[in-house]
């Protein structure tokens, strides 16, 4: 099993970023994926979260508006497309699959850090 996420960079405030979530070993379409983020200094943030269903999702509020994932099960790819960054963005991306009925990510992803100057 490997989630792979990439994207990441540095950015000046105002600009957009597009995070990637590449799986294997795994049926994508099983799944709900997340996407965390954890800053230096503070506690791992889930920002946002895809179902493997309905596609539905959920945001974070400090994210909401700004931020939108979405999800290519043929691809077997997870992205989070990143808008109007602030430098209070600036963390470690990692990306998480859990089954629907279950709160408990199983699977995590080596992070892509993200930098936002101001």
């Known amino acids: 099993v490997q989630l792979q996420a990439s994207g990441g960079g540095l950015v000046q405030a105002g600009g957009s970023l597009k995070l990637s979530c590449s799986t294997s070993g795994f049926p994508l379409d099983y799944y709900a994926i997340g996407w965390f983020r954890q800053a230096p200094g503070k506690e791992r943030e889930e920002v946002a979260c895809?179902?493997?269903?309905?596609?539905?999702?959920y945001y974070a509020d400090s994210v909401k508006g700004r931020f939108t994932i979405s999800r290519d099960n043929a691809k077997n790819t997870v992205s989070l497309q990143m808008n109007s960054l602030k430098p209070e963005d600036t963390a470690i991306y990692y990306c998480?699959?859990?089954?629907?009925?279950?709160?408990?990510?199983?699977?995590w992803g080596q992070g892509t850090l993200v930098t936002v100057s101001s």
């Open positions: 895809i179902s493997n269903s309905d596609r539905s999702t």
């Open positions: 998480a699959a859990r089954r629907p009925m279950s709160s408990d990510y199983n699977y």
